[in-house]
């Protein structure tokens, strides 16, 4: 075992782990600690842009930006937090700029910016270009440019350590327990603050944009610890995931003039989103693909829609909604410019699908992308105890792995980069703060023992089941059960599922003994996280007898403001069973009212 | 369809020397051969180590020997192999288990180039303005995703893997004509020692090689060329 110390440790390193490092690195000692080589995290799949409210090319404030982001999320999303992240939005992406991320430029040299689901001018309700993009991009663009922006101010890195568990002293934070996936070797870190940006867990789901490395290991790692997980019954299904695959195509496809096409040739969202129509917010198209394939309107009478951006479809539906170009022109593309805004998007679907959407519509279905929920914090960071807003000295979470919660029931596109950046630096200012002041807390005795104990539970159960087939029945019953639709009988049936793999877990024995990236090893281990997540998930799903944003029951399809409009404490105890608390929504400036796009 | 996957397989703490296994399956012919390999460590052997993680071609963690040419496995198709596939570790980083390769000397390498933005004036209160025309300028060269399908597709690199390779001269690349950049003088003198790139011979293995399709030889030519005119037009 190896000890090293640090004043502030950051887990992860994508957008919000990187962010935070970078800031951190600027007055404490700190190292960043990350599964992957940084560049492989998932940050670098997003794509359509980053929202802030420049006004590049038309009038925007970031009051619109924050107004838009509480109505998107359903009301649920905490309002301070809210009107802090989009006043901070506009810096952030200067900063990003400073820092030489390659933005997309107007014809007069500012950052380009695109329209986005749920973005508006709020005097007319119509689309307004607030999405900082690069290309498609974007969250590549930033992975690269804050990894970049590492290596130049030297930051100290741990790349391929898989952390498996937190340290806490006294209730405070102290350390981790990491393990070099090189050599099988255990490291403990011990740290005056810790910030956990371990990024999301779509992998509890069948489709999903996510990567194999989203399997939500900070928020499961904490759970164990008896920090509570919050409103994770809140995960968004994104409308235009590719069919059978769920890898994502952005948002900005529709952004750019794109339309969604049922069987009957309809442009089916003009009936769903009379305003907005192709842009309404995540979580109403995906209502909407699913409303139509029950009615019969899928492809071909299967469950995927086509979404279009040719040429002529793009032409023919601008000019029917009278879109403008910025200069008043009227909005006319041509395939090369769909080419060179969406380059990448054309690629996936040339690969994937043999399908070139230059000339050919794409066959899409949702996909599950999202963690509203997460740890919770504060908007500095600071991850919450309880329901009661009592904070843990020395311990911050920023990024998907967090709940702040700016995102409430539905978080809007453009968004979660702009989580990332916000959010992961004011973490990691607030935890070198802290770290000025605070002294390191003595590690526990025996610190790596939980880690071993969980580890050696994969090592040495009896074989007789298969890791791989607990995976897929997992994913599959939470897609069928846990998706876009839920109600009682099927999230029931879920949780029972959920529970009976968790007992077959048990019987899982990893056929790997060896120490050299015995991935058999982790991949088990983080199995086990997928599975306490997706109990917590249906869990506090169950409890919900409401409808809002993400979380939508065909039981009880109604918002209910009156006993819901709060967030769920998920707690876990030692022996793995959940209790739900409840924390009331922060609400200043917008009193909840019905949601129309 | 059948398919026969021969899998490159070396576990340090047990093997002697490397050998190669072979799977059979059922596959769609659109499967990835990284469904084929997940498949593999799921019901056949789960010592089977490789790296993964976006599994759609973005994040770079995948890049191998595929019937001999570097792919990444997420972006290759059964359909585009046929039914005997060899899955193979990039050649020139050394192996450490099966698939896994040593990526620090890499990584070493595109760290020797300065690879960040430069630029000392003071901060404008909004962004720098840059023109259209100027930021497509080194558009091509913003895609890398340091897979290092490319360096190890390169027989200098082969032969030493001093030499800086592809990957870390299109990441100078992507700095030197970013027209709001400052350090290009300093990396082109990095780019002009013995280890930098003179070294490359033009064979465009690394071009073919790309998964992002970045138009790799053309972008060391643009280096040379400037270090030859001194000027970056």
Known sequence: MKTHQFEVLVVGAGGAGLMAGLYASRTAKTAIISKLYPTRSHTGAAQGGVGAALGSSEEDHPEWHTYDTVKGSDYLGDQDA?????EEAVDAVYELEHMGLPFDRTAEGKISQRPFGGHTNNITGKPVMRACHAADRTGHMILQTLYQQCIKNNVNFYDEFQVVDLLMTAGKASGVVAIEIATGEMHVFHAKAIIFATGGHGRVWEITSNAYAYTGDGVAITLRRGIPAEDMEFFQFHPTGIFKLGILITEGVRGEGGVLINGKGERFMERYAPTVKDLASRDVISRAIYLEVRDGNGINGK???YLDIRPETVNHYAAIDGRKRPDGRPYVVTGEEILGKLPDIVDFCRVYLGVDPITQPMPIQPTAHYAMGGIPTNQYGEVRKDENKNIIPGLYAAGECACVSVHGANRLGTNSLLDLIVFGKHAGLRAAEYSRTADYQPLPEDPTAFAAEQLTRVMEGDGSENAFDIGNEMKKIMFDDMGVFRDEKGMQNALNKIRELKERFKHVRVQDTGKIFNMDLFNAWELGNLLDLAEVTTVSALARTESRGGHSREDYPKRDDENWLKHTFAFMDESGKIELKYQPVTITRFTPKPRVY | MQVSLKVFRYNPEKDKKPR????KMEADPTDRVLDLLEKVKGYEDGTLSFRRSCAHG???SDAMRIN???????KALVQDFGSKITVEPILGLPVIKDLIVDMEPFFDNFRKVLPYFINDDPVPEKERYQSREDRERFDDTTKCILCAACTTSCPSFWASDEYLGPSAIVNAHRFIFDSRDQGAAERLKIMNEIMGVSR?????????????????????????????????E
């Not at chain 2, 001999?68 to 496995?73: C, F, I, R, T, V």
């Not at chain 2, 053309?218 to 005119?229: D, H, P, R, S």
Request: net charge positive; proline share 2%.
């Open chain 2, 20 to 23: 190669y296994e072979t799977y």
């Open chain 2, 68 to 74: 001999g040419s570097n792919k990444l496995a997420c």
């Open chain 2, 200 to 232: 490359c011979h033009t064979i465009f293995n690394c071009t073919l090689a790309c998964p992002r399709e970045i138009q790799i030889t053309k972008a060391i030519g643009e280096v040379k060329k400037a270090l030859m005119t001194g000027s970056l």
């Open chain 2, 58 to 60: 973005v994040c770079g």
């Open chain 1, 303 to 305: 469950n995927y829609m």
């Open chain 1, 82 to 86: 809210i009107e802090f992240m989009c």
